[in-house]
Structure formats: C-alpha cells, structure tokens
C-alpha cells in the first residue's frame, strides 16, 4: 500500500520533469549555429557528397590502367546441329553443287578466363589528371558553399537578435506609454485634462501594441529562416546566446586594394575549371597516337554426345590458349578531332575571360562592400547620438508632463521620436553587420 502511494506521488513528478525536459530550447552562439549547419544543412552534406564521390570517380578511371581479368563457362547443347554445306564432288556429287552436311556433337562447354592490359593510351593518362583537377574541383565546391553557408546563417542569426532587440524596446515603450495611458484617464477623472488628450494617448498605445504583435511574429520568422538556414528541424524550439555584439574593428582593415582574388572559392572553382579545359584540349591533341592493348586467353572445350563433361583419356578437355596484342591507329577523321580540338579551345579562351571578368568583378565588389561599411559604420554612429538625443528630449518632455508644464502633444511627439531613433539605430547596426560579411566574403576572408 505504502508502495503504491510513493508511485502515485513520483509518477506525475517523473512525467513533469520529462515533459520540461523536452521543452528545453537548444541554445547556439554563431558560431555554434554555424558549426550545426555544416553538419546538418542538406546543401553542404551534399557538397560533401560530391566531394567523396568525386574520389571514387578518380579510382574507377585508376581502374582502367590496371589488368582487367574474367572468367567463363558456356554450357551449349543443339537441340538441332548447325547445317554446313560442302561441294558435292567430295562425295562423287556433280560439280559446283553442295551437300548439306551437319557437323558437331549436341554438347559443347568451354571453360576459361581472359585478361587485358591497357598498355599505352593518351586518354588513359589525361583522364588521371583531369580525375585530380575534378577532386580539386569538388572540394573547392565544398568550400564555396561553406561560405555561402557561413554569410546566412550569420545574416539570419544576426537578423534574429535584432528583432528581439527591437522587440525588446517595444515592450519598454508599451509599459511606458500604459503607465501614461492610465495616469491620464486618471487625471481626466479628476478635471485636469480634457479627454482628448486621453484619445490621443490612446491612439498611439494602440498602433504600438500593434505594432508589438508584428515584431512578435516577425522574430518567428526570422527565427524560422534561421532554422532553415541551419538544417534545424523548424518546429523545434531555438535560443540564441550571442547578444548584439557593435564593436567594429578598425576601418583600415576594410581597404579594397589589400584584395587577393585568389582567395574567393569562386576564382578557385573558375581556375580549376580552366585547367580542366586545358586538359580536354590536351586530351583531344595527343587522341592522333596510337592507343595499345596486350591481351591474353586460356580456355578449355569439350563435345559430348552424352550429357557427361568428365575429363577422361577416351574423352578429354581441349585446351586454347593465346596471347595477343591490338594497336589501333588514329589515321584519319574526316577532320572530326581538328574541330572538336578547335571547340575546346574556344572554350578555354572563353573561361580566361570570365576569369578576367570575376578579377574585375571583384574588386568592384570589395570596393562597394567597403563603401557601404563605411557609410553604415558612420549611420550606425548618428544614430546612435540621435538615439541618446531622443531618449533625453523624452525624458524631459514625460517630467514636464507630469508636473502639469508640459502637453501630452510634446509627450507623444517625444514618445514617436524614441521609438524611430531605436528602430533607426537596431537598422543601422544590422545594415552594418551585413555591410562587413559582404566585404569578408567579397575577399575570400569570410572563413579561415
């Protein structure tokens, strides 16, 4: 009995605890959050993927240099024989007639293996390399989608914690204006102001509950392309640890002429494409040699008349055995290789281009990013200083109010003007954060 109470009172206990257990939100820093998505982002594991398959497709050309060697057995039996036809004078016949003849036994088996040896071909050895250039190619695939990754999941977690900022501030602005509110039809109950005064508190009160309930579900959303971005299974609660982080390095290190173009995963990915190009013209060149084969074979036969394959003297195995050698000779076209030779050299030309064309691009990028740093880093500042202005003016304007000196006019203009400089400056700080990712990604410095 004793017992029976002990687990009627633990069981609710031990469920509540489960339960709470499993509310518990996940929590991530940036870099965290990062970490996570390179683990469980659908677009990084399947670059990872390439990556891997990019090293058996290397081994499987490797295979095609090595002895290739296979075994046989053929099992016949003629269910009626093959006809040959023989001229009719060997059995006194008249002259250019033929006699139907049937040769062979209705059982025949051949058992044996074969092996070949690849000994010299052009597309032999510019396959290798090019199978290197695309392992090359494939992991510089992986790094590019690491920073594509890296910018937003860092946006998104950025965009985030902005929301809760701005949120945040909204909730101090609507316990504000409630204190406000309340204190006015207060002080309108007792004749000391008009109600209108009352309406127009009222009116702002509502459109910042309002807008409260945007920026609620606003984070959800924001929340939500985090999760996305992430790999993060999105109705799974989240919790971000990191707070609004404003201390900027120094602006020199944002300087577009200190730009190494061969950093960016997409300079690497053109570069590694153009040696490829090289290659296939490469490829295409050296197709006029020769390509050379060493063969080899070792069977045995064997025809029954009977169903009965044992290897006796009266009735043995034959043996075949032969080795060989083919060497095909590349000795005319039509012009075909010419062209495609021709083709493939256009293409190469046409990559050293879009390689000039990124370089160029590059640099615009990095100098935009730059730019736009500045201007942000130097928003973020006034704004900052207007924040403080307005924060004043509405403290002043709320003693003034209270002490009867000052319109509830002043109070609301005072009380909209705070609300747009923090809206100004949580703006200006994200605009700032993202201003300096684009720059670290346009400089290939994004990720160590």
């Known amino acids: 009995m004793k017992n029976n109470m002990i687990k009627k009172i633990l069981t609710p206990l031990l469920l509540f605890n489960s339960i709470l257990f499993a509310q518990q939100k996940a929590s991530f820093s940036l870099q965290e959050a990062i970490e996570y998505s390179l683990k469980n982002s659908p677009s990084y594991l399947n670059a990872d993927l390439d990556q891997k398959n990019a090293v058996f497709r290397k081994n499987e050309i490797t295979g095609l240099g090595l002895p290739q ?24 016949g008249p002259a250019g007639s033929f006699a139907p003849v049937k040769f062979g036994t209705k059982y025949n088996a051949t058992a044996g293996f074969s092996a070949s040896q690849l000994i010299f071909s052009s597309d032999y050895i510019i396959g290798l390399s090019a199978a290197k250039e695309y392992i090359n190619l494939s992991k510089i695939s992986v790094t590019r989608t690491k920073v594509d990754l890296t910018a937003q999941v860092s946006k998104a977690y950025y965009n985030v914690i902005i929301n809760n900022q ?12 409630k204190k406000i509110f309340e204190d006015t039809k207060i002080m309108n109950a007792q004749g000391f102001v008009e ?32 999760k996305f971005q992430m790999g993060y299974k999105i109705s ?42 090289e290659l296939d013209v490469k490829r295409l060149k050296m197709g006029y040699l020769p390509t050379l084969a060493g063969y080899g074979s070792y069977q045995y036969n064997a025809q029954r008349q009977k169903f009965d394959f044992e290897n006796t003297p009266q009735q043995p195995w034959f043996k075949i055995a032969l080795i060989g050698a083919t060497l095909n000779l590349n000795i005319f076209d039509g012009l075909q290789r010419h062209n495609q030779i021709q083709q493939a050299q256009i293409t190469s030309k046409k990559m050293q281009n879009t390689i000039r064309n990124l370089e160029m691009s590059a640099e615009l990028e990095a100098s935009s990013a730059s730019i736009l740093y500045a201007n942000a880093y ?13 924060n004043h003016v509405y403290t002043v304007a709320q003693k003034k109010y209270e002490q009867g000196v000052g319109s509830n006019i002043e109070l609301i203009t005072a009380e909209t003007s705070l609300k747009e400089a923090d809206t100004n400056y949580l703006n200006s700080i994200f605009d700032m954060l993202v201003a300096k990712i684009d720059y670290q990604k346009a400089t290939g410095t994004l990720i160590k």
């Open 69 to 92: 060697v296979s075994g046989s057995i053929d099992l016949k039996d003629y269910i009626s024989l093959p006809t040959s036809l023989i001229p009719a004078q060997f059995f006194g």
């Open 166 to 177: 701005r949120k945040a501030l909204l909730d101090a602005n609507v316990a504000r204006l």
């Open 195 to 226: 109600k209108i005064d009352v309406e127009r508190i009222e009116v702002q009160y509502n459109n910042l509950i309002t807008e409260q309930d945007k920026t609620g579900k606003l984070i959800t959303l924001s929340e939500n392309m985090l």
């Open 236 to 277: 799974d609660e989240i919790a971000l640890t990191d707070s609004l982080n404003i201390n900027v390095e120094d602006q020199s290190i944002l300087n577009p002429s200190k730009i190494d173009v061969s950093k960016r995963p997409d300079y690497q990915l053109l570069t590694a494409q153009q040696k490829l190009n």
């Open 378 to 390: 130097s928003t973020m500042l006034y704004q900052k200083r207007n924040r403080e202005l307005a």
